[in-house]
Structures are given as C-alpha cells and as structure tokens.
C-alpha cells in the first residue's frame, strides 16, 4: 500500500521517540490508575467501595427514587461525553478530507515543508483517541442501562435473602460502567495532549506531559481524594 510505503518517510526518528512515549504513558498511566501501590490507592480505586456501599444502602433505601435519579444523572453524563466525541469525529474527518486548514496553520508554523501524510497522520492519532473514547462512553451507557435494571429487580423487602446480592451485583456492574466511562476520559485527554504533535514532536512530547501529570495529580493528590480518604478514615 502507498500509505505504508510512504508513512516511515515522513516519520523522524524524534516523531517515532514521541509516539512510543505517548503509547507508554497511555498504557501506564491506566496501569497505574488501576492498581496502585496498596498504601496509595487512586481515587478510581477508593471509588468502587462507594459504589459498593451505595448499593448496600439502597437496598434498605425506601423510596428508591433518590438512587434513580443519580444513575439517571449518571447516564446522562455518558450520553453527552459520547455526543460530544460524535461531533468532534465528524469535524476530524471532514479535515481529513481537506487539509487546506492544517497547511495554513503550517505556514503559521513555518512548517509548510512537511509532508502532507504526515499531517493527515497527526490528525489521524487524534481521532482514532476520540474514536476510543466514544466507544468506551458508549459501553459505559450500556453499562449503567444494565445497572439499572439489575437495581429494579432487587427484591423491596431488605430482608429477601436475594435483595443484598443482586444489590451487590448491581454494584459490580456499576463499578464496570464507571472503568469505562474514566477510560474514555482519559483518552479525551490523551486526544488534547495529542494535537501538540501538531507543532511537531516535542509538542507532542509536552502534551503527553501535561496530560500525565495532570491525570495521576488528580487521582493521587487531589483536594476530592483527601476529603474521601477523610471520610472512609472517619
């Protein structure tokens, strides 16, 4: 194929450096979110007792309207994230198909003289990130669609030797509904970081960066994770 031919023409070998640095921080980072050292858990982490206990009390909850509304909200949350990256896909492949736009943001750059595969290629990254996120938001809805559901067949009387573990299970679900949904965050991040390669590799290099340091602030030290450790403490 021509495209595959031509693509490590285009690459220098501080564009393959910043990519390889991008899939690392990537899988890392979500690595490192998901299984923190034991004394430093992540805020995704002290999460899923929550959503545990939020379960255990719903099943004693009476009415059980409050617990709706908030996997309402919840799903509303996904239905507009996935939107939202619908939007912005169409808007990268109509760009795709003309790049005009991007090789006059190159001549602001002074950077008319790169290939233009390698531009599409840049634009190319974004996308397939926001594509990522769209289906992990999409899953996620499901998700909480199935959560929901599993909460209505718990069983009204708390005494029904089913009513805690379907609540748990429901738990389960949600716990899944929400990995999904934070994954999808973060390769809208990642996406954000990834438009730095547009001013070259270092850009790209910086933006993975930011996004790195910013994720793993924000679920390590955090003013929302203190005041969680606070309560679970007390």
């Not at 996997?71 to 003309?98: D, K, M, P, Q, V």
């Not at 992990?136 to 909480?144: A, C, G, M, P, Y």
């Not at 993975?208 to 390590?220: I, Q």
């Not at 955090?222 to 403490?233: C, F, G, H, V």
């Amino acid at each position: 194929m021509p495209f595959l031919r031509n693509l490590p023409l285009t690459l220098t070998p501080l564009d393959l450096i910043a990519l390889a640095v991008l899939a690392l921080a990537w899988f890392g980072v979500g690595r490192i979110i998901a299984n923190p050292p034991q004394r430093r858990p992540s805020v995704s982490v002290l999460m899923k007792w929550y959503r545990r206990e939020w379960m255990r009390q719903f099943v004693s909850r009476d009415p059980r309207i409050f617990d709706g509304n908030i996997l309402a909200t919840l799903r509303e949350g996904t239905a507009f994230y996935a939107s939202a990256c619908l939007i912005a896909l169409g808007g990268g492949l109509a760009l795709l198909g003309n790049i005009d736009p991007l090789m006059g943001l190159a001549r602001e750059l002074e950077a008319a003289a790169i290939p233009i595969l390698l531009w599409k290629l840049k634009l190319l990254l974004v996308l397939l990130l926001v594509a990522n996120a769209y289906l992990k938001f999409v899953w996620s809805h499901r998700l909480f669609g199935w959560c929901a559901i599993m909460m209505a067949a718990v069983p009204n009387d708390p005494g029904d030797p089913r009513a805690l573990p379907r609540a748990l299970a429901a738990a389960e679900v949600n716990i899944n509904a929400a990995r999904n949904f934070n994954i999808g965050l973060r390769s809208l991040y990642f996406a954000l970081g990834a438009t730095g390669w547009l001013g070259g590799p270092w850009g790209l290099l910086a933006g993975t960066g930011v996004v790195v340091v910013m994720t793993l602030l924000r679920e390590f030290a955090s003013p929302s994770r203190k005041a969680i450790l606070r309560d679970m403490s007390g």
